[in-house]
C-alpha cells in the first residue's frame, strides 16, 4: 500500500458495507465505539486525519446525545453529504433496534425461565460494576478541582435526596458554569481530548484537506434542514394517534434533549418517567432492559427500545392479539424520537464547525455539565446497587461478591465489558444450574 499519497475515496456500496458492519460489532459502550472507528477510519482505512477525526469528537462531545452515533453522523456527513451521514447515523443503531426487540420479545415471553434469569441475576451485579466505573472514569477526569468537586456532590444530592429532574440539574449547571468562565475561567477549563501525533501518512480528508462544498456554512442549508427535521418530527408525532405512543414521542424527544454526558447520565430521567410517571414498567424490568443493553451492539442509550416495548405491550396499544407489534412499534417510536434530534445537531451544526475550527465557546458550561453528570451517575449506581444487592431486608452476598469482583476486572485489571458481562453471565447461568440440581 502506498503511503505517500491519500486513499482513493470509497465508493458509496463500500462505505455503506462498513457502517453495516460496526452496527453488528459496536459492543462496548461509547469509549469502545470511538476507539474502534478511530482505529478503522483513521489508522487502517485513512478516511479521515487524526486531527480532523478529533476535532468532530470535540463538537460531539458538547451536544447532548450518543456522541460515538453523532461521531459517525458527521463523518459520513463529511465523506458523502447528507445521504452519507444518514447512512452512517443510521446503520449504526438500526442492527440494535431488531436485536433489541427480539431479545425483549424473548424477555417478556420467557423471562420467567431459570436460564434467561439466571444470566440475568449475574448480570445485574455486574451492571452495578460497570455504572460505578463509569462513575469513576468520567470523575478522575472531571473533576480537577475542589469547585467542580462540589458541583458533583450537590447534583447527587439534588437528584437522590430531593428528586430533582435531570434537565432542570443541566439548566442549573449551565448556567453555575456560564458565570463560573467569568468569575474564575481557570476553575471551567474544558477538557480537550488529547490525541497522539498525527501519522505522515495522508488521508482522504486531511489536516488541510478544503472544506467540500456540501459542508460549506449557508444560512439557506440551516434553514432548509431544520425546517425539514422539525417537519418530519411533527409529521410523526400528528400520525401518532394512540395516546400512549405520542406521549412516547414527546418524552423522548425531551430526553434526547437533555443527555448530556451520555446515555448513564440520562438513565434516572428515563428512569422517573418511564418507572415512576407513566407506569410503563416496573423498577426490576428497567433492571433487566439495562441489562439486555450492555449485551447488544449500539449506543447504550438503546436500552430506550427496551422502555419503548415493554410499554407498548404493557398498556396492550393494538390490542392483547398484537402483542409483538404493538412492542415492535413501541420500541420504534421511542427510538426514532431519540436520535432525530441528534442528526439534526450535526445537519445544523456541523458546518458552522467545520467553519471555526478551534473556536468552541462552549468548555466551562460543559465541565460545569460534566461535574453534575458524576453525581447523577453515583446516584444511578446507588439505585441500581439497592435494587440488586439488597432483597428483603437481607443484603444478596453472592450479587455483592460479583459486583466487586466486576469493579476489579474493569478498574485493576482493564477487562472489557463485553468480558465482564459474559463471564457475570455464565457465573449467573452456573448457580441457577447448581440450585436447581441440589434442589
Same mark, same amino acid.
Given at each position: 500500500m502506498?503511503?505517500?499519497?491519500?486513499?482513493?475515496?470509497?465508493s458509496?456500496?463500500?462505505?455503506?458495507?462498513?457502517?453495516?458492519?460496526?452496527g453488528?460489532?459496536?459492543f462496548?459502550?461509547?469509549?469502545?465505539?470511538?476507539?474502534?472507528?478511530?482505529?478503522?477510519?483513521?489508522?487502517?482505512r485513512?478516511?479521515?486525519?487524526?486531527?480532523?477525526f478529533?476535532?468532530?469528537l470535540n463538537?460531539?462531545m458538547i451536544?447532548?446525545?450518543?456522541?460515538?452515533?453523532?461521531?459517525?453522523?458527521?463523518?459520513?456527513?463529511?465523506?458523502?453529504?447528507?445521504?452519507?451521514?444518514?447512512?452512517a447515523?443510521?446503520?449504526?443503531?438500526?442492527p440494535?433496534?431488531?436485536?433489541?426487540?427480539?431479545?425483549?420479545?424473548?424477555?417478556?415471553?420467557?423471562?420467567?425461565?431459570?436460564a434467561i434469569?439466571?444470566?440475568?441475576?449475574?448480570?445485574?451485579?455486574?451492571?452495578?460494576?460497570?455504572?460505578?466505573?463509569?462513575?469513576?472514569?468520567?470523575?478522575?477526569?472531571?473533576?480537577?478541582?475542589?469547585?467542580?468537586?462540589?458541583?458533583?456532590?450537590?447534583?447527587?444530592?439534588?437528584?437522590?435526596?430531593f428528586?430533582?429532574s435531570?434537565?432542570?440539574?443541566?439548566?442549573?449547571?449551565?448556567?453555575?458554569?456560564?458565570?463560573?468562565?467569568?468569575?474564575s475561567?481557570?476553575?471551567?477549563?474544558?477538557?480537550?481530548?488529547?490525541?497522539?501525533?498525527?501519522s505522515s501518512a495522508?488521508?482522504?480528508?486531511?489536516?488541510?484537506t478544503?472544506?467540500?462544498?456540501?459542508?460549506?456554512?449557508?444560512?439557506?442549508?440551516?434553514m432548509?434542514?431544520?425546517?425539514?427535521?422539525?417537519?418530519?418530527?411533527?409529521l410523526?408525532?400528528?400520525?401518532?394517534d394512540?395516546?400512549?405512543?405520542?406521549?412516547?414521542?414527546e418524552?423522548?424527544t425531551?430526553?434526547?434533549?437533555v443527555?448530556f454526558?451520555?446515555?448513564?447520565?440520562?438513565?434516572?430521567?428515563?428512569?422517573?418517567?418511564?418507572?415512576?410517571q407513566y407506569?410503563?414498567?416496573?423498577?426490576?424490568?428497567?433492571?433487566?432492559?439495562?441489562?439486555?443493553?450492555e449485551t447488544?451492539?449500539?449506543?447504550?442509550?438503546?436500552?430506550?427500545?427496551?422502555? *419503548? !416495548? $415493554? &410499554? @407498548?405491550?404493557?398498556k396492550?396499544? %393494538?390490542?392483547?392479539?398484537?402483542?409483538? #407489534?404493538? *412492542? !415492535? $412499534? &413501541? @420500541?420504534?417510536v421511542?427510538?426514532? %424520537?431519540?436520535?432525530?434530534?441528534?442528526? #439534526?445537531?450535526?445537519f445544523? &451544526?456541523?458546518?458552522?464547525?467545520?467553519?471555526?475550527?478551534?473556536?468552541l465557546?462552549?468548555?466551562?458550561?460543559l465541565?460545569a455539565?460534566?461535574?453534575?453528570?458524576?453525581?447523577?451517575?453515583v446516584?444511578?449506581?446507588?439505585?441500581?446497587a439497592?435494587?440488586?444487592?439488597?432483597?428483603?431486608?437481607?443484603?444478596?452476598?453472592?450479587s455483592?461478591?460479583i459486583?466487586?469482583?466486576?469493579?476489579?476486572a474493569?478498574?485493576?485489571?482493564?477487562?472489557?465489558i463485553?468480558?465482564?458481562?459474559?463471564?457475570?453471565?455464565?457465573?449467573?447461568?452456573?448457580?441457577?444450574i447448581?440450585?436447581l440440581?441440589?434442589?
Open positions: 502506498n503511503t505517500k499519497k491519500p486513499p482513493k475515496k470509497p458509496f456500496s463500500h462505505f455503506f458495507l462498513y457502517w453495516l458492519k460496526l453488528f460489532i459496536s462496548g459502550g461509547p469509549a469502545g465505539q470511538i476507539s474502534m472507528m478511530h482505529q478503522e477510519l483513521v489508522e487502517k485513512r478516511w479521515i486525519s487524526e486531527h480532523r478529533l476535532h468532530a463538537y460531539t451536544l447532548p446525545g450518543p456522541e460515538a452515533q453523532q461521531l459517525a453522523t458527521y463523518i459520513g456527513w463529511l465523506m458523502f453529504g447528507v445521504s452519507g451521514g444518514l447512512v447515523g443510521i446503520l449504526f443503531i438500526l440494535s433496534l431488531f436485536i433489541l426487540s427480539a431479545l425483549t420479545w424473548v424477555y417478556l415471553t420467557y423471562g420467567d425461565v431459570s434469569s439466571g444470566i440475568l441475576y449475574g448480570i445485574k451485579p455486574a451492571v452495578t460494576a460497570i455504572v460505578l466505573f463509569a462513575a469513576y472514569r468520567i470523575g478522575s477526569k472531571a473533576l480537577s478541582n475542589i469547585i467542580l468537586k462540589v458541583l458533583a456532590v450537590l447534583a447527587f444530592i439534588a437528584i437522590y435526596q428528586g430533582v435531570f434537565p432542570y440539574i443541566v439548566l442549573a449547571t449551565v448556567t453555575i458554569g456560564y458565570l463560573g468562565a467569568k468569575l475561567p481557570n476553575t471551567f477549563k474544558g477538557t480537550a481530548h488529547q490525541g497522539d501525533k498525527d495522508p488521508a482522504l480528508i486531511d489536516d488541510d478544503p472544506i467540500p462544498d456540501h459542508a460549506k456554512f449557508k444560512w439557506s442549508r440551516l432548509v434542514f431544520a425546517v425539514i427535521g422539525i417537519s418530519m418530527g411533527l410523526v408525532m400528528g400520525l401518532l394512540n395516546k400512549v405512543l405520542h406521549t412516547m414521542g418524552f423522548f425531551k430526553a434526547a434533549l443527555t454526558g451520555g446515555a448513564y447520565a440520562v438513565l434516572p430521567y428515563i428512569y422517573q418517567g418511564g418507572v415512576d407506569q410503563w414498567l416496573s423498577a426490576h424490568q428497567m433492571m433487566d432492559g439495562l441489562a439486555l443493553g447488544t451492539p449500539g449506543p447504550l442509550i438503546m436500552v430506550v427500545a427496551f422502555v *419503548g !416495548f $415493554v &410499554g @407498548a405491550t404493557a396492550e396499544i %393494538f390490542g392483547p392479539d398484537q402483542m409483538l #407489534l404493538a *412492542g !415492535f $412499534v &413501541g @420500541a420504534s421511542a427510538t426514532f %424520537f431519540t436520535f432525530l434530534p441528534s442528526f #439534526l445537531f450535526i445544523l &451544526g456541523g458546518p458552522g464547525i467545520e467553519a471555526t475550527r478551534g473556536n465557546k462552549f468548555s466551562a458550561p465541565s455539565v460534566t461535574a453534575a453528570v458524576v453525581g447523577v451517575i446516584n444511578l449506581a446507588v439505585f441500581f439497592l435494587a440488586t444487592l439488597y432483597h428483603n431486608q437481607q443484603i444478596d452476598w453472592i455483592l461478591a459486583t466487586i469482583a466486576a469493579f476489579i474493569l478498574f485493576r485489571f482493564k477487562i472489557s463485553m468480558g465482564v458481562i459474559a463471564v457475570s453471565s455464565l457465573i449467573g447461568l452456573g448457580l441457577t447448581f440450585d440440581w441440589i434442589h
